[in-house]
């Protein structure tokens, strides 16, 4: 019966065909209107998730400020007198390292359950999953500098005067949105087949916060612990906040110039190994 | 004619899961990070060629699994296939996974504009042709409610009205005219004629083999994951009946 001669559509078409400009599907180069609708569609995606994030609450974001500021009253009392470290202008000091370190985990860990939440999206044609990870980080870097409002308050307390090398902050988010984009790409991916990746993750950033310089300076520290320190990133853009905002001096160059270009390099793989695994997202999410 | 669509030796593999999609991260280290073993995989699709011209509609039949479905998701982009490829002419436009698209706790005007953007519209687009959508899907003063307090009906005719208003070259339909009633049904069919006339190539797929003979120009069977066959509507969808009667479906259903 279907043996019977069908149609074949194939055949009825010329055969010159490649020259009338085929556009290979979903893997052509964008014209710059695409560029431009991409762009509108990051601007959306930030505007929504941000509402989706906030909507039901009465107060909104400005939860993002409560939590630092009882994690900053907790560790002032509990480390600065009762256990009376000696640190020049300690709140301002913990402050530094608190908003660093909480952006830093609270834009990780979103980022990183950015392709896990947002299925709304993997089933929109031409949808690029790599946007999603960019647009957690930059969500969060926004609610960084809000809370930077916080670190206002307490400079103006204690009198420190602002020097130019605050200029330097734009940069010094820029590196650490660089950073943590850098790991959300790879984590992103990891957690559409593995589940257990936010349980590591959360665990990892557990440890971490004992391997950053926030609640103390390592000043007096054993030299085979300064060496640990100075591996995190982390410690150096923390050490870079509170050289502009409380030593007015700019920030130490050649680190941060270290932890820009390893971001970049793990950008780059973790991109790579992201578009990879792309196309095993809407298999492997259920 | 220049084909809106040109499929040429599409193959497709999936890996076969042991226990459940998420395979859990030990497995895997107890395992080692050996790559898709040949005996893990199967063809879901395998050397399918075809073409479709613009202003046409195809319509794609086959039993449940014989990969409908991720020939649509292929074509959207959503896959990525292992051989061949797919070569598409203008913008895409897809009806999948009825309400996948859908964000349940944003309202329809949020759905709209995310679901326009990505079809390729401009925020202005968008804004001008919100009213128009709007008059299609008769959802009215649900617009700015969030689309979990839709009903189903409300979803499929919010999210085919989004697609249809997009201006999609080519637009994928998979099962989606059938969740409504005949109203609907008739709007739609309406709709996409409409778009036809302006050129738009139309793939649908369907269990429902009445409504392909009515309104394809041509249909394409998928068997086994591979192209049984493929002409006009009605010749393909007589076979297609007379193998899927029960007597023979049961001698060869393997699932």
């Known amino acids: 019966m279907a043996d019977r001669p069908m149609i074949a559509s194939s055949q009825a078409s010329p055969d010159k065909a490649d020259t009338l400009r085929w556009r290979q599907a979903h893997e052509s180069p964008l014209s710059w209107k695409q560029w431009r609708n991409l762009g509108d569609q990051f601007l959306h995606l930030v505007a929504v998730e941000l509402r989706l994030l906030h909507k039901r609450s009465m107060i909104g974001m400005a939860w993002t400020l409560v939590n630092p500021i009882v994690q900053l009253v907790i560790f002032t009392v509990v480390l600065g007198r009762v256990l009376a470290v000696d640190t020049l202008y300690y709140p301002v000091f913990l402050c530094c390292g608190l908003l660093c ?22 089933y929109q044609p031409g949808f ?9 980080v930059v969500m969060g870097q926004a609610h960084f500098l809000l809370s930077l409002s916080i670190l206002a308050a307490l400079l103006v307390y204690f009198q420190i005067p602002l020097g130019w090398p605050v200029l330097a902050l734009p940069l010094l988010l820029l590196v650490q949105g660089l950073l ?97 695994r792309r196309f095993r997202f809407i298999e492997d999410i259920e | 004619m220049i084909p809106a669509v040109k499929v040429e030796k599409l193959g497709k593999r999936f890996r076969r899961y042991r226990s459940s999609p998420y395979q859990p991260l030990m497995e895997t280290i107890t395992a080692g990070w050996r790559r898709s073993a040949p005996a893990d995989a199967f063809w879901v699709l395998r050397d399918i060629c075809f073409e479709v011209a613009p202003g046409e509609m195809i319509g794609i039949v086959g039993r449940n699994g014989a990969g409908k479905s991720t020939l649509l998701s292929l074509m959207a982009g959503l896959l990525k296939p292992e051989e061949g490829s797919i070569q598409l002419r203008g913008q895409v436009g897809a009806l999948l996974d009825l309400g996948m698209s859908l964000h349940p706790l944003l309202t329809g005007r949020e759905n709209i504009r995310t679901a326009g953007l990505f079809s390729g519209l401009t925020n202005m687009q968008v804004d001008d042709r919100t009213d128009q959508i709007v008059a299609f899907t008769g959802i009215g003063e649900f ?33 989606f005219l059938f969740v409504g009633d005949h109203l609907f049904q008739d709007a739609c069919l309406e709709r996409i004629q409409a778009l036809m006339r302006n050129g738009t190539a139309v793939l649908l797929s369907s269990h429902a083999s009445e409504k392909i003979s009515e309104n394809c120009d041509r249909a ?14 009605d010749d393909v969808l007589r076979e297609y009946l007379a193998n899927s009667a029960p007597a023979a479906a049961l001698g060869s259903d393997q699932s």
Request: no cysteine; net charge neutral.
């Open chain 1, 101 to 122: 370190w909480n952006a830093f985990s609270e834009s990780l860990t979103m980022a990183s359950a950015s392709i896990v939440n947002t299925r709304y999206v993997l």
């Open chain 1, 128 to 136: 690029r999953p790599a946007m999603m990870p960019l647009v957690f």
């Open chain 1, 180 to 276: 943590t984009l850098a790991l959300a790409f790879p984590l992103a991916a990891l957690s559409v087949s593995f589940y257990d990746t936010k349980h590591l993750l959360s665990v990892a950033l557990r440890f971490l916060f004992f391997l950053t310089p926030i609640l103390y300076a390592t000043d007096n520290f054993p030299r085979v612990l300064q060496i640990l320190y100075a591996a995190n990133p982390l410690t150096h853009l923390i050490r870079g906040y509170r050289a502009i905002f409380i030593d007015g001096v700019w920030p130490d160059w050649p680190a941060l110039i270290g932890v820009a270009a390893g971001s970049a390099i793990v950008l780059v793989v973790g991109y790579r190994f992201f578009e990879a």
């Open chain 2, 143 to 175: 617009l700015d409610a969030p689309v979990r307090t839709y009903s189903t009906g409300m979803k499929a005719r919010l999210a085919f009205s989004i697609a249809t208003h997009a201006d999609p070259d080519i637009l994928l339909i998979d099962e």
């Open chain 2, 220 to 233: 394409l069977w998928l068997d086994k994951a591979g192209l049984r066959a493929i002409g006009p509507a």
